[in-house]
């Protein structure tokens, strides 16, 4: 693989990475809480490595070529999504300085961003169709350690943006709770949007 390829790739899926949707609402509703924007983040980043692996390990392409498989990717994925949405819409987060953390929470903020990220097929479905395309089967490395590099690529972009909107809307909304409550409500909206057009295009499939 030439240093060209992996600034290609990079451009291409920056692209992807700077799009708000699910991730970016959960690192956004991870910043209206106190200290919970890298458990967060990095479970949202967990999700990511795990397709990685996937894809790299050709499982990616097995479960692909089998509907039922990936339906029920799908049907959990946007499940998982709207069930979080929901709750954010019922009880929307609102910043409190004084708010403590514990290990506990710490965990379930990073379970949480796991399920967001790897019960998305969206994501599989990227690493499945944008891999393949960027490697080199004459190249001296294998073709799946280039997919584990390219997909460590994307991740670490993805690990930069995330914790730039976590920190960023900690920062902005921390300091205007009505305006915190407004994005909280927001971010639940979009999280249930996302999964609404998951179930519609698998019933359209």
Sequence with gaps: MTFSVFVAFW???????????ADWAYAISAGLKHRVVIPAVGG?????LIATMIVAA??????ANHPLALSVLTVAGAGY???LGAN?????STPRADESQTTD??????????CVSGLNPKVFLLFLALLPQFTDTTAPWPVPMQMIVLGLIHTI???????LVGFGSQVVLRARPGAAHLVSRLSGVIMIIIALVLLIEQLRA
Excluded: E
């Design 44 to 48: 949202l980043l967990s999700g990511h």
């Design 58 to 63: 050709g499982v990616g392409t097995l479960v």
């Design 105 to 114: 929470s710490w965990v379930r903020w990073g379970l949480k961003g796991l």
């Design 81 to 83: 999504l709207l069930w």
């Design 157 to 163: 972009s993805c690990g930069v943006i995330y914790l």
């Design 11 to 21: 451009a291409v899926s920056i692209l992807f990475v700077i799009t708000p949707g």
């Design 88 to 92: 954010m819409l019922a009880r929307p």
